[in-house]
T-cell receptor
Framework: DVKVTQSSRYLVKRTGEKVFLECVQD?????MFWYRQDPGLGLRLIYF???????EKGDIPEGYSVSREKKERFSLILESASTNQTSMYLC?????????????FGPGTRLLVL | GQSLEQPSEVTAVEGAIVQINCTYQ??????LSWYQQHDGGAPTFLSY????GLEETGRFSSFLSRSDSYGYLLLQELQMKDSASYFC??????????FGKGTRLHILP
C-alpha cells in the first residue's frame, strides 16, 4: 500500500528556532511536494522536487528551504521560525507521468510557533 | 495570476446528487484533479481529467471543458461519509500544482 509518512503530527516551537520537517515515501516516486494549509486559503505549494538534489520553488517559498538527499526523503526547513508560519504542513509524492497528477499525501504536521 | 475558484460551501441531502464547480484562470495546464479531505485527515485523490469530457469512477464523476475554463465534480447517491472538503487542482506548464481553496460539503440526513 502507498505510504507517505511525516516525522511529527504536532510540533510546538519558539520564534527564531530552526525547524526540520521530514517526509518519507515508500513508493519510489520521483516527485515530492511540500504544502501548507491554512483555513480559507486551501493548499499552497512551498517547494517541490522532481529528482534527488533537485528543488523548485512553489508559490510561497520565502522563509523556507528544502533538502532532498535521497529519493525517498524530502525535508522542509524553517530557518528561523516565525509566528506566521504556524500552519498545517502537508507532504505529498507522485510518480512520473502519466501518474503525476495523482498525489499521495502524508498525514500532515500541525506546527505551532510561539 | 493563476487561480481556481470554487464555492466555499455546498449543502445537500443524503441520497441526492450534488455538483461542485471549479472555474480557473491559468495560462495553461495539463489537466484538472479532484481531492477529498475529511476533517483532520490528509487529502486523497479522487479523479483526474486530462481531456475534455466526463470521467466516471463509481458514485463520483468529474468533467472538464477547457474552452469554458470550467470543471466540476459530481457526487451521486450521497452518503453521510461524503461530508468533507473537496479541492480542485491543476498542474500548470511550469509543473506547479495549484489548488483551489476548497468546497466544504455538508450533507443533511
Amino acid at each position: 500500500d502507498v505510504k507517505v509518512t511525516q516525522s511529527s503530527r504536532y510540533l510546538v516551537k519558539r520564534t527564531g528556532e530552526k525547524v526540520f520537517l521530514e517526509c518519507v515515501q515508500d513508493m519510489d516516486h520521483e516527485n515530492m511536494f511540500w504544502y501548507r494549509q491554512d483555513p480559507g486559503l486551501g493548499l499552497r505549494l512551498i517547494y517541490f522536487s522532481y529528482d534527488v538534489k533537485m528543488k523548485e520553488k512553489g508559490d510561497i517559498p520565502e522563509g523556507y528551504s528544502v533538502s532532498r538527499e535521497k529519493k525517498e526523503r524530502f525535508s522542509l526547513i524553517l530557518e528561523s521560525a516565525s509566528t506566521n508560519q504556524t500552519s498545517m504542513y502537508l507532504c505529498a509524492s507522485s510518480p512520473e507521468p502519466p501518474g503525476w497528477e495523482t498525489q499521495y499525501f502524508g498525514p500532515g504536521t500541525r506546527l505551532l510557533v510561539l | 495570476g493563476q487561480s481556481l475558484e470554487q464555492p466555499s460551501e455546498v449543502t445537500a441531502v443524503e441520497g441526492a446528487i450534488v455538483q461542485i464547480n471549479c472555474t480557473y484562470q491559468t495560462s495553461g495546464f495539463y489537466g484538472l484533479s479532484w481531492y477529498q479531505q475529511h476533517d483532520g485527515g490528509a487529502p486523497t485523490f479522487l479523479s483526474y481529467n486530462g481531456l475534455d469530457g466526463l470521467e466516471e469512477t463509481g458514485r463520483f464523476s468529474s468533467f472538464l471543458s477547457r474552452s469554458d475554463s470550467y470543471g466540476y465534480l459530481l457526487l451521486q447517491e450521497l452518503q453521510m461519509k461524503d461530508s468533507a472538503s473537496y479541492f480542485c487542482a491543476v498542474r500548470d506548464w511550469d509543473d506547479k500544482i495549484i489548488f483551489g481553496k476548497g468546497t466544504r460539503l455538508h450533507i443533511l440526513p
